[in-house]
């Protein structure tokens, strides 16, 4: 299998230099195949090819380091009143990919599926669903957007609840819940619907009866997923398919009850990763074959409350390798109880966490996804919200928190992937019967046991605005980079109400560079290069118009990047996908030398006077730091 990608990608290299030296690239670039995306260029069609897992880091098909940034796409899938499919038409799924890339800066999703409507009658898929989905996945394919399917499941199923409970899951069929003799729901005190996955009996008795195939259970989702899988990759066309990037199987998976004399290790290691092991099969049975299952662990792995914690985090399985992804979930669960943290988060308050992510992705082998983080935008905590978002995406950034990142940019670490929850244009629109009750018709929020953490919403004219700041949500990141990204940073100025949060100042010592960024946002990369000849890329943010973008680097100096040519070191030109989403491209085709770029759109008419002392003050401050 690795073989075959290098060699595919040896070509891709050959062709590359067989254009460069018969002069035909250009910003055009040879003929595109039909499956060309709006606004590609030469190099964008080989890029786009599937993504592999390669040296601990994504890899797209030109062999470059990938980030994925983005959003699950959405909750709505775990309501009835889209019959669990995330849009209720394919226009909606266009209309929110191109809100997604435009306003969010997303380049992928995590797109929610539904065991219970793909298999609505044990041993029969409904293909009128998995055409509905897969439809609806190929809008955010066509939009130049990735695409990681996730079987989504929480307390289970639906149909364990009454329809005047408080709560209510979705997961399973009802075929599935109806042939276990489960209890009557109940939660006892239970102000947070998380609380039923360990307190609800009927949660933990028909969770358990999954995970130890009881009536053969998970024998009939793995044959679901396997069919699911199959259909997907029958109706897609080729060129989409390369965009998926590969599936989740399971969401938040939980043992429910643990068997005598077992831990929530050893569950993992004997009940957990023998069921990844065989998704993984059915993986390859369904022509998935060089797509990573992105695996999660016991989803209190890493939660940050003592009591809740529980040790896992796939420690026994050892090097799971490029096939699997490793792949967590974060929520703040001190921030969202409200008791156990009462002040803002702060400046580099989840570098350790999300540190510990990266840590556990290099012990086995492979990279690391944040596949769900977030906090509730309404309610009682919500106050905490503007903090806790940015410092979760600066530890996405970086393990080192803003106030020591100049001082320490070498202990950066890989810059990594995440998809926020979540992207939900019917915000605030539903009409969810919860539980099937005529009386309990769920409209505002998210629908769904008063959550409330949509980043969108469509307004009065059908419109998608976003609900949180716009600083915040799209950002600058390092989507594609040639060769290895060495460190990373991103002061985004998000704010606080009326307060502008800086976390990351550039220091006095650099008293150029901090003149020329002044209160503007601002990155720095820092990368070596490996000899291609495609530029790294980074995801430009609506607030960095081309005429306001001033990029100082090794590789030259611009207070408007032009556009892309051959000889053009920084350019920027428009990301692949027709949504208008812009991108910056850095051309270094040299071998293992350091590269730096700082990019903001702080400056006003700078001076070729000041360009030079800020590139003089970096140049040394690079060789300062990474001698």
Not at 84 to 94: E, N, R, W
Not at 341 to 355: P, S
Request: proline share 5%; net charge negative; charged share 20%.
């Amino acid at each position: 299998m690795s073989n075959v990608a290098d060699m595919s990608r040896l070509r891709t290299r050959l062709l590359g230099v067989l254009v460069l030296v018969t002069g035909f690239l250009t910003t055009a670039g040879p003929t595109q195949p039909a499956s060309a995306l709006t606004d590609e260029l030469w190099f964008d069609s080989q890029a786009a090819a599937t993504l592999t897992v390669e040296g601990g880091r994504f890899k797209d098909g030109l062999g470059r380091e990938v980030v994925l940034r983005g959003y699950n796409v959405s909750g709505e899938t775990k309501l009835k009143e889209n019959n669990g499919l995330p849009f209720a038409s394919v226009a909606d799924a266009k209309k929110s990919a191109t809100a997604l890339r435009a306003l969010g800066g997303g380049n992928s999703v995590r797109f929610l599926l539904s065991w219970a409507y793909a298999e609505p009658v044990r041993g029969q898929v409904s293909t009128s669903y998995l055409a509905a989905a897969t439809a609806q996945m190929g809008a955010f394919l066509d939009a130049g957007i990735r695409v990681y399917p996730d079987f989504h499941q929480d307390l289970y199923s639906r149909w364990l609840f009454d329809s005047d409970s408080w709560y209510t899951g979705d997961g399973a069929p009802k075929w599935a819940v109806d042939l276990g003799d489960y209890p009557d729901e109940y939660c006892g005190i239970c102000p947070f619907w998380g609380q039923n996955i360990t307190s609800n009996a009927a949660v933990t008795e028909s969770t358990y009866d999954f995970w130890h195939n009881a009536y053969g259970l998970q024998d009939s989702f793995l044959d679901t997923a396997q069919k699911t899988m199959t259909y997907v990759k029958s109706n897609l066309t080729s060129a989409q398919f390369q965009g998926v990037v590969g599936f989740d199987p399971w969401n938040e998976p939980h043992p429910g009850i643990l068997d005598s004399g077992q831990t929530s290790r050893t569950w993992e290691k004997d009940v957990l990763w023998p069921f990844y092991v065989k998704f993984r099969s059915r993986m390859d049975a369904a022509g998935w074959q060089s797509k990573p299952a992105f695996v999660e662990p016991n989803l209190f792995w890493n939660a940050n409350i003592d009591f809740q914690k529980q040790e896992g985090g796939l420690l026994d399985a050892g090097t799971i390798g490029p096939r699997y992804v490793f792949n967590t979930h974060f929520y703040d669960q001190k921030a969202i109880s409200g008791v156990f943290m009462w002040g803002k988060a702060e400046n580099g308050q989840y570098v350790n966490d999300f540190g510990t992510v990266r840590d556990r992705a290099t012990a086995g082998g492979t990279t690391a996804i944040i596949s769900e983080f977030g906090h509730p935008l309404s309610g009682s905590v919500s106050d905490k919200a503007p903090t806790v978002y940015k410092a979760m995406y600066q530890a996405l950034d970086s393990r080192v928190k803003g106030v020591n990142w100049w001082s320490d940019p070498a202990s950066s670490g890989p810059v990594l992937s995440g998809s926020q929850w979540q992207w939900d244009i019917y915000w605030g629109r539903h009409h969810e019967l919860m539980n099937d009750n005529p009386d309990e018709v769920k409209v505002e929020g998210d629908a769904w046991n008063d959550e409330d953490l949509s980043a969108v919403r469509l307004d009065d004219s059908g419109t998608a605005v976003l609900r949180q700041d716009a600083r915040m949500l799209d950002r600058i990141y390092p989507s594609a980079t040639a060769g290895s990204t060495v460190a990373f940073t991103y002061e985004d100025r998000s704010r606080d109400g009326s307060t502008t949060l800086t976390w990351n100042p550039v220091p006095s010592s650099l008293p150029n560079v901090s003149s020329l960024v002044g209160s503007g946002q601002y990155s720095l990369l820092v990368w070596r290069s490996d000899g291609s000849t495609e530029p790294t890329e980074l995801h430009l943010p609506a607030s960095f118009p081309t005429a306001s973008t001033t990029v100082v680097s090794d590789l030259g100096v611009t207070a408007a990047p032009p556009a892309y040519t051959t000889s053009t070191p920084i350019a920027a030109v428009k990301e692949p996908g027709g949504t208008g989403s812009r991108r910056l491209l850095l051309t270094a085709a040299d071998t293992g030398k350091l590269h730096y770029a700082l990019v903001t759109n702080g400056a006003t008419a700078p001076s070729a006077t000041q360009l030079s002392a800020a590139r003089t003050e970096l140049s040394n401050w690079l060789t300062s730091e990474f001698s």
